[in-house]
């Protein structure tokens, strides 16, 4: 069973469109994966929400200054399909943070594979899972915020939504904020069950606004959820840098 889904996961990432990716990505700063997960999948990753076991840290947004709403981290050993798939976007993900890194001329490449940038981090006490669950009800959201937890960041992160919107909640978009010195803008990502965004942790690069001028410009990025309108929301996120 196992191998089967891990199979089809390989199949999935190797239908998406990572060149179409790559230009979202340094377009708009975010790039949506289509139908990541199967509602299946998607339905038994939120029914997890509610067990005790498997997490290190539940998070009660409003006593943080958070938002409203709560997450758990998962404890290693990650459920085996976050696991897998932590593992097999990261080679997808890290020749384009490789690009971004050169263009933001910040002097930090990253390993081909998750194992050697995991070892990288647990070697400078970034031992701490980061991947998480969070399940939002009527009234919620999640003020915009980066995550970020320590000296190693990766610079882009995963959020799948593991709900039906329409059916299972109204409102709770996923929006993202981005500041540089063209000035402040706001892009809402629709997503449907199953479908996953990839965006930035921090900062992307962005050619130079002005006419005729070269370089690069900085553009800081945020991301957050707008107030839930009714009904459950749950997402997972996957995060590639673990957590101090
Ligand atoms: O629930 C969401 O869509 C956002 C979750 C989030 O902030 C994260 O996974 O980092
Ligand atoms: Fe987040």
């Known amino acids: 069973m196992k191998a089967a889904a891990s199979h089809d996961l390989a199949l999935t990432l190797e239908a998406c469109d990572?060149?179409?990716?790559?230009?979202?990505?340094?377009?708009?700063?975010n790039a949506?994966?289509?139908?990541?997960?199967?509602?299946?999948?998607?339905?038994?990753?939120a029914a997890l929400y509610c067990r005790e076991e498997g997490y290190r840290t539940r998070i009660v947004m409003a006593r943080h200054g958070f938002?409203?709403?709560?997450?758990k981290y998962f404890a290693y050993p990650l459920p085996p399909l976050l696991d897998q798939l932590r593992h097999a976007l990261y080679p997808?993900?890290?020749?384009?943070?490789?690009?971004?890194?050169?263009?933001?001329?910040?002097?930090?490449?990253?390993?081909?594979?998750?194992?050697?940038?995991?070892q990288r981090c647990h070697q400078a006490g970034q031992t701490r899972p980061t991947p998480l669950i969070l399940q939002y009800g009527e009234g919620?959201?999640?003020?915009?915020?980066?995550?970020?937890?320590?000296?190693h960041v990766f610079p882009l992160q995963v959020?799948?939504?593991?709900?039906?919107?329409?059916?299972?909640?109204?409102?709770?978009?996923?929006?993202?904020?981005?500041?540089?010195?063209?000035?402040r803008r706001a892009d809402v990502v629709?997503?449907?069950?199953?479908?996953?965004?990839?965006?930035?942790?921090?900062?992307?690069?962005?050619?130079s606004s002005r006419p005729g001028r070269r370089g690069t410009r900085k553009v800081a990025m945020?991301?957050?959820?707008?107030?839930?309108?009714s009904g459950q929301r749950h997402t997972v996120g996957l995060i590639f840098h673990d957590a101090r």
């Not at 139908?35 to 339905?43: S, V």
């Open 18 to 29: 990572w060149a179409n990716i790559g230009r979202s990505l340094d377009a708009h700063g």
């Open 32 to 45: 949506v994966l289509p139908g990541l997960l199967t509602a299946e999948q998607c339905d038994a990753l």
């Open 67 to 71: 938002g409203r709403g709560e997450y």
């Open 92 to 118: 997808r993900l890290a020749p384009i943070a490789n690009r971004w890194n050169l263009q933001l001329g910040i002097d930090v490449q990253y390993p081909g594979d998750l194992a050697a940038f995991l």
């Open 140 to 151: 919620d959201y999640n003020c915009l915020h980066q995550d970020l937890y320590g000296e």
């Open 159 to 183: 959020v799948i939504l593991l709900s039906e919107p329409g059916r299972d909640f109204s409102g709770g978009e996923f929006v993202m904020t981005e500041i540089s010195a063209q000035g």
């Open 190 to 207: 629709a997503l449907r069950q199953g479908d996953a965004v990839v965006f930035t942790v921090n900062q992307r690069p962005a050619p």
């Open 222 to 229: 945020r991301h957050g959820v707008s107030r839930i309108r």
